[in-house]
C-alpha cells in the first residue's frame, strides 16, 4: 500500500517532468505564444509564461536573452506543434535565424501523438533537422530527462546553436526517481598547445596583423583576454557585427566594424587573426560583413590575391577551409585558447607588452579621417532630421557603461555600426547573418531580461516598426521597460534613388509618409508614452524623457522624422 502511494507520489506528467528539469537548469521563465504542451505546466510547477503576441517573438526573445546571456544563461522558449503545427511553422524563420547566428537557446513544441505518428503531410522533424543543432521527439515519457540531458549538452558544448524538442501531449508519467536528471554543465576544449605557439609565432612575424574579432568571443567570456592579449602584442582589433562591443571602440587598438578604417587596415594587412568567428562569406554575397580582401579564395581572381595570410581560432573545425584557404588553425573554446595565446606570447615579448607606436598613430589618424566624414551629419541641424543627429544624441544621452543599443534591419544598422562607438561588452547588439526585420525589438527585449538594470534601447526604420508593432502590447502588460526609436523617413531609404545611386529596389521604396500615419499616436494609444520628434534639437530632450519612463519601470517609444541617409559600409571584393 505505502509503496503505491510512494510511486504515485513520484510519477510526474511528461510535461511536468519536462519542466521541472528546466528549473533545476536555473531557467525562470518561458516565452511563449499558445497553446502548447508545456503552457499549463509550466503554470503549475511555477515557471513563468512569458507570453508574446506572436510565435515568432516567442522564439526570438529566447534567442535575444541567450546571446545577451553568453548562453550561460539560455533562452527557453515553447510554440505550438504537432498535427496542427502553426507556432512551429510560422516561427520557423526566428529559428532559422538562430541557427544561423549560432545562438544556443531551446524550442519546446507539441510533437505529433505516437498514434499518427507517419501520416501529416508535413514533418516537424524533417523540417527542422537542418536548421536546429539537434531536435528530439521524446516518444516515450522516462525518456524526458535523458533528451533534456542531450539538448542541454549541444547547447552548451562546441559551436552553440538551438535546440528543437517534441513532446506529444498527454504523452503519460514517468517516475523521477528512476529517471533522474543532473543539471549540465557542459564542455570547451583547449587548443592543441603546438597550434598555438606556431600562430603566435606567425603573428609576431609579420609587420601588419589585425585582429578579426566574432561573437564567439563573447560566449567565451573571453572579452577581458582579448583585450589582454591584443595590448600584449598591439595588434589593432576589428570585430564583426555580431562581435561589436567584445573589444571597447574606444580602445587605442579598436578598427571599429565598419567604414574607412577597418577598410584600410583589411587591405593593407598582411596577416588576419581570426579568433570566435566563422569567416563565413561577406557583403559579396549579401553577408553583414567584410570579405576580406587579398587571401586565396576560389572566387578570387588569382592577380587579386595579395598573399595576405589567415589564422583562425575557432571552437568548430567545419568552419576551417569553409570558404577562406586558411594557413594555420587553433580549435578550442575562445577564452582556453586567448589564455594559451597569452602565456605564448609572453614568452616571445618577456611579458612586456610590445611596443608599435607607428601602429598606433595610424590607427589614431584613420579614426580621425572617419570622424571628420560623419562629423557634419552627426550635428546637423537639418530638417527632416539626420539619421546621424539621431545616432549621435543618442550616444551623447545614453549611459553607454550601463546600456544595450540594437538595431533593425536597414540603414539603422548600418549607421549605428558606423559611428556608435560601444564601451562594455553587449553595449552593442549587432545581429543577422540572416538578418530579419523585426529582431531588433527581440534582441532588446532579450537584453532587458538579460540586464534588467541597463538601459535597453532597439532603433528601427519603417519597415522593421511594422514587424514591431504587433508586439508592443506585452511592452506594457509584462512592464518591459525599454526604449524604441522609430527613424521615419516614409520610406526605405536605400531601396530609393537619389544622390547615392539608383537605389536597389526603385519600384518599392514609399511606404505612407510621416504627414499621413502617425506612428507616435499609434503606440501612444497601445498605452506606452510615446513621442514624435521633428525638430532635431528635441531629439535628446525626448531620449531623455523616454529613458526616465524606463526608469520608471515602463516602455517607450520617440518616434524620429528623418530624412534619407543610406549607407552600405562593407568592402564588397
Ligand atoms: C523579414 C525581412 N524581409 C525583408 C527584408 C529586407 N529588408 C532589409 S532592410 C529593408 C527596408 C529598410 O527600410 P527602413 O527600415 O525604412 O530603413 P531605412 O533604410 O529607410 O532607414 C528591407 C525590406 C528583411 N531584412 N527582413
Ligand atoms: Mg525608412
Redesign the pocket.
Known amino acids: 500500500m505505502y509503496s503505491v502511494l510512494l510511486n504515485r507520489f513520484l510519477n510526474v506528467k511528461a510535461e511536468n517532468g519536462l519542466v521541472r528539469i528546466l528549473k533545476k537548469e536555473g531557467i525562470e521563465w518561458v516565452s511563449t505564444y499558445p497553446s502548447t504542451v508545456i503552457n499549463n505546466a509550466c503554470g503549475e510547477e511555477g515557471i513563468k509564461n512569458l507570453m508574446m503576441r506572436t510565435d515568432r517573438y516567442a522564439i526570438a526573445v529566447a534567442d535575444g536573452f541567450s546571446r545577451c546571456s553568453d548562453g550561460r544563461r539560455i533562452g527557453v522558449c515553447s510554440v505550438q506543434g504537432g498535427m496542427n503545427a502553426v507556432g512551429a511553422y510560422l516561427g520557423y524563420g526566428a529559428l532559422v535565424q538562430a541557427f544561423e547566428d549560432s545562438t544556443p537557446m531551446l524550442c519546446v513544441t507539441d510533437g505529433i501523438s505516437p498514434a499518427i505518428a507517419g501520416t501529416t503531410r508535413s514533418d516537424l522533424t524533417q523540417m527542422f533537422s537542418s536548421v536546429t543543432k539537434w531536435t528530439g521527439y521524446v516518444n516515450k515519457p522516462e525518456r524526458v530527462p535523458e533528451f533534456m540531458g542531450r539538448a542541454f549538452t549541444y547547447m552548451r558544448s562546441g559551436r552553440p546553436g538551438p535546440v528543437l524538442i517534441q513532446l506529444p501531449q498527454k504523452l503519460g508519467e514517468f517516475d523521477e526517481e528512476q529517471f533522474q536528471y543532473e543539471p549540465i554543465k557542459g564542455w570547451r576544449q583547449e587548443g592543441d598547445p603546438r597550434d598555438v605557439e606556431m600562430a603566435v609565432r606567425a603573428l609576431l612575424a609579420v609587420r601588419k596583423p589585425v585582429i578579426y574579432a566574432g561573437q564567439g568571443v563573447f560566449y567565451a567570456d573571453a572579452c577581458s583576454e582579448l583585450a589582454l592579449f591584443a595590448e600584449l602584442v598591439q595588434v589593432p582589433v576589428m570585430t564583426t557585427l555580431k562581435g561589436k562591443s567584445a573589444f571597447p571602440e574606444d580602445h587605442p587598438l579598436s578598427l571599429g566594424v565598419t567604414g574607412g578604417t577597418v577598410e584600410k587596415f583589411l587591405q593593407s594587412s598582411d596577416l588576419i587573426f581570426a579568433i570566435g568567428c566563422s569567416l563565413s562569406p561577406g557583403r559579396r554575397y549579401g553577408g553583414f560583413k567584410h570579405q576580406i580582401p587579398g587571401t586565396m579564395r576560389s572566387d578570387l581572381s588569382p592577380e587579386l590575391r595579395s598573399g595576405k595570410k589567415i589564422i583562425q581560432c575557432t571552437n568548430d573545425p567545419m568552419d576551417i577551409n569553409r570558404y577562406y584557404h586558411i594557413d594555420h588553425a587553433v580549435v578550442g573554446d575562445a577564452k582556453h585558447v586567448l589564455g594559451q595565446l597569452i602565456a605564448e606570447a609572453n614568452k616571445h615579448t618577456s611579458s612586456q607588452a610590445r611596443v608599435r607606436k607607428e601602429v598606433l598613430m595610424k590607427i589614431e589618424t584613420a579614426r580621425e579621417a572617419d570622424r571628420q566624414k560623419y562629423l557634419q551629419m552627426m550635428t546637423s541641424d537639418e530638417k527632416p532630421i539626420n539619421?546621424y543627429r539621431v545616432c549621435r544624441d543618442l550616444m551623447d544621452t545614453i549611459d553607454r557603461r550601463n546600456s544595450c543599443v540594437t538595431h533593425?534591419?536597414?540603414?539603422?544598422r548600418e549607421q549605428l555600426a558606423m559611428v556608435y562607438k560601444s564601451l562594455v561588452p553587449h553595449g552593442f547588439i549587432g545581429w543577422g547573418t540572416i538578418?530579419?526585420?523585426g529582431f531588433g525589438l527581440a534582441a532588446a527585449i532579450g537584453a532587458k531580461l538579460a540586464f534588467p538594470n541597463r538601459q535597453v534601447v532597439n532603433v528601427t526604420?519603417?519597415?522593421?516598426i511594422s514587424f514591431e508593432l504587433g508586439d508592443f502590447e506585452p511592452l506594457v502588460r509584462e512592464k518591459i521597460a525599454i526604449t524604441t526609436v522609430h527613424?521615419n523617413?516614409s520610406?526605405?531609404?536605400?531601396?530609393a534613388p537619389g544622390p547615392w545611386g539608383p537605389g536597389v529596389s526603385p519600384y518599392t521604396a514609399r511606404v505612407s509618409p510621416s504627414t499621413v500615419q502617425n506612428y507616435a499616436k499609434m503606440v501612444e494609444a497601445m498605452g506606452m508614452q510615446a513621442e514624435r520628434v521633428e525638430v532635431p534639437d528635441e531629439v535628446s530632450p525626448a531620449l531623455k524623457r523616454a529613458l526616465q519612463k524606463n526608469s520608471a519601470g515602463h516602455p517607450a517609444f520617440v518616434e524620429v522624422i528623418c530624412g534619407d541617409q543610406?549607407l552600405r559600409g562593407w568592402l564588397v571584393q
Open positions: 539619421p533593425e534591419s536597414g540603414s539603422p538578418s530579419p526585420l526604420g519603417d519597415a522593421g527613424i523617413n520610406g526605405f531609404s536605400g531601396y543610406p
